[in-house]
């Protein structure tokens, strides 16, 4: 697979929104996954392999600036808002089960202290609370995904 082939796989994947996208060929194997708004490319090359292929993921690298700019476009509006961040990695739920309700709405008005969410990590259930007393504006995270620590979840505007 050649450098144009790995870009348009890139292209592709951000605009179809697939989660994650895995091919394996003889001498390599490539790794996308996308959230939200980053994008991940995990490329892994063996050893024996020429040079050029290795240049791949830092050709690769340039089609990342676009995370940054949906970065600093949310840091502008997220400005009044005081956002609630992963504390752990893990895999985020919004309600306690699958027939139960989420635990918060956009709208939805929360207390310091009150549980926004659940993030399970190592089977372990660990429930989240929020920092600020407020209105949810925005959930960002989609149920069941996978997150980073301190990774945004929510966007509060402040009482």
Excluded: H, W
């Excluded at 708004?37 to 020429?50: C, E, K, L, Q």
Aim: proline share 9%.
């Amino acid at each position: 697979m050649d450098i144009k082939q790995v870009q348009e796989l890139i292209r592709f994947v951000s605009k179809s929104g697939v989660n994650e996208v895995s091919i394996e060929e003889k001498d390599f194997k490539i790794t996308i996954k996308t959230n939200q708004a980053p994008t991940y490319v995990n490329a892994t090359i063996p050893a024996p392999v020429a040079a050029a292929p290795q240049a791949q993921p830092a050709s690769v690298v340039p089609s990342a600036p676009a995370e940054p700019k949906v970065t600093i476009a949310e840091a502008e509006d997220s400005s009044k808002y005081m956002t609630v961040k992963s504390p752990m990695i893990g895999t985020f739920y919004r309600t306690a089960g699958p027939d139960k309700p989420p635990f918060v709405n956009v709208g939805d008005e929360v207390k310091a202290g009150q549980v926004v969410c659940i993030i399970e990590a190592m089977k372990l259930f660990n429930e989240i609370e929020s920092e600020v007393s407020g209105r949810i504006v925005k959930v960002l995270v989609e149920n069941s995904s996978p997150v980073e620590y301190d990774q945004p979840l929510f966007l509060v505007e402040p009482a």
